[in-house]
């Protein structure tokens, strides 16, 4: 079962769903797809979906919650600590209307004034829990469905993109006729120097996606991925870098299959340094994989300019 059915047989929307299965409340069924991870629901989940949500209707924690979900011999203990906070946090809620009332119709210039007047009713009480523990990844960043949902309005609200996307499958074969005609003229010199190189096909393990987003400076909007190798057999790879994934569509997929706090047992980077910069970057002559890993990952121009990211393939962590 899809998200779209579960939204609409539970009335929660996708972004609550989401919420409840990223605190581990909810652990659907989890498929690959073109480079895409797809979410399968089962009926199991449903009825988990509405029990989740009567009980947060009711104000049990998501703490409370997850629990009661493990440990069903520890409900009786939950419910008396739920009914004990509720007859506290009524009788607190109670003095704040009694003070509230109190001063009602008196006049407020500024916020000093009205911060004179309550200080000492303040005194008694608490922070709010979430002021105390706060959760920083949600306060300092945009949630991650915003922003693919974002990236995503602005990818399909480009015009014309199946006119742009045609005409540059035409140039492109037009230039690739084009480059065939000149090397041949050219001679094989060109095209060895220019089309011929070092090339390396390598997997890294354990690769997680730290970030993710678009540039949309350009004409062209460029996908972009921080990545983290967390274990790798050769030790001259950077421990993180940004890997940029052009414009296309496939770099959209890729992009947007890549979710974060997932490991993906191996991700395919194709390195094509042609013959002309590899003098250039001092790889001429022998060389061992370790060099290149060594040289191209550590700049980010480099990586820009010769680095391809193939596939990324894995299991939900």
Request: charge should be negative; aromatic fraction near 10%; include cysteine.
């Amino acid at each position: 079962m899809q998200m779209k059915e579960v939204c609409s047989r539970t009335g929660l929307t996708e972004r609550t769903v989401r919420f409840y299965i990223e605190k581990g409340l909810l652990s659907p069924g989890r498929s690959w797809r073109n480079g895409r991870e797809y979410l399968d629901f089962s009926e199991g989940d449903i009825r988990a979906l509405e029990r989740i949500a009567a009980l947060r209707r009711c104000f049990f924690t998501l703490e409370q919650i997850g629990t009661m979900q493990v440990h069903p011999e520890r409900i009786d203990g939950i419910l008396c600590d739920y009914r004990s906070g509720l007859q506290a946090e009524t009788e607190e809620r109670e003095e704040a209307l009694a003070f509230a009332t109190s001063i009602e119709g008196e006049k407020f210039q500024d916020i000093d004034v009205l911060y004179s007047r309550l200080k000492q009713e303040a005194a008694r009480r608490q922070l709010p829990e979430r002021d105390i523990h706060p959760d920083f990844r949600r306060l300092d960043e945009e949630p991650a469905e915003e922003r693919e949902a974002a990236a995503k309005k602005w990818f399909e609200s480009q015009p014309d993109r199946e006119k742009r996307r045609k005409r540059k499958i035409r140039i492109a074969a037009l230039a690739s006729s084009l480059v065939m005609l000149s090397a041949a003229a050219a001679g094989w010199g060109w095209y060895h120097e220019n089309r011929q190189g070092y090339d390396l096909l390598t997997s890294l393990m354990e690769v997680e996606v730290l970030s993710k987003g678009i540039d949309t400076s350009g004409e062209k909007g460029v996908y972009w991925l921080d990545v983290r190798v967390s274990e790798t057999e050769e030790e001259n790879i950077p421990e993180s870098f940004r890997l940029p994934l052009g414009s296309d569509m496939d770099a959209y997929l890729l992009w947007e299959g890549a979710v974060y706090d997932h490991s993906y047992p191996m991700a395919r980077l194709r390195i094509f340094v042609p013959n002309r910069r590899l003098r250039d970057l001092g790889l001429s002559g022998h060389i061992e994989i370790w060099q290149v890993l060594q040289t191209v990952l550590q700049n980010p121009a480099y990586i820009q300019e010769f680095v391809q990211l193939e596939s990324l393939q894995g299991e939900y962590k």
